[in-house]
């Protein structure tokens, strides 16, 4: 099947998608992470972290496009691949954060934390959320 990656080219997706995203050619980061991504769905091949990790970096991605849905699609199915994978459920707090869903926001930030207790950026997204929760339940919108 012409197009199709072989075992080779498999292992060589995610680096060179890693590469592409740190050069900011997003395009064709996304592109490659897409096609790790099928790969591992379809053969059974790959680490959960790196499967977790493209899921993440393309939602990363969506972000940048402001796609949030498709963003925060891409961190559930980060977080579902490696649930001790803190970064996505970050990653889909801010959009949460920025969407006004402040709960389920707070969900996430807080399971950050649970995971890794010395993250930073997100104890203050979880304070900014509670203050921010707050402030909206005092206006009464």
Do not use: W
């Not at 064709?28 to 977790?52: H, K, M, P, Q, V």
């Not at 990790?53 to 969506?62: D, E, M, P, S, V």
């Amino acid at each position: 099947m012409e197009g199709a990656p072989t075992a080779e080219t498999a292992s060589d997706l995610l680096p060179s998608a890693h590469a592409h995203f740190k050069e900011r050619r997003y395009e064709t980061a996304e592109e490659l992470y897409s096609r790790f991504i099928d790969n591992c769905a379809c053969s059974g091949t790959g680490s959960c972290r790196d499967l977790a990790t493209a899921f993440n970096n393309r939602g990363q991605i969506k972000y940048l496009r402001v796609d949030f849905y498709e963003a925060m699609d891409d961190y559930t199915a980060a977080i579902e691949a490696q649930p001790d994978f803190e970064v996505p459920y970050y990653n889909r707090g801010l959009i949460l954060y920025r969407l006004g869903f402040f709960d389920e926001a707070l969900r996430d930030f807080r399971k950050v934390l649970e995971l890794n207790p010395n993250f930073q950026d997100a104890a203050l997204s979880l304070k900014q959320t509670i203050h921010d929760k707050e402030e909206k339940l005092k206006r009464n919108y």
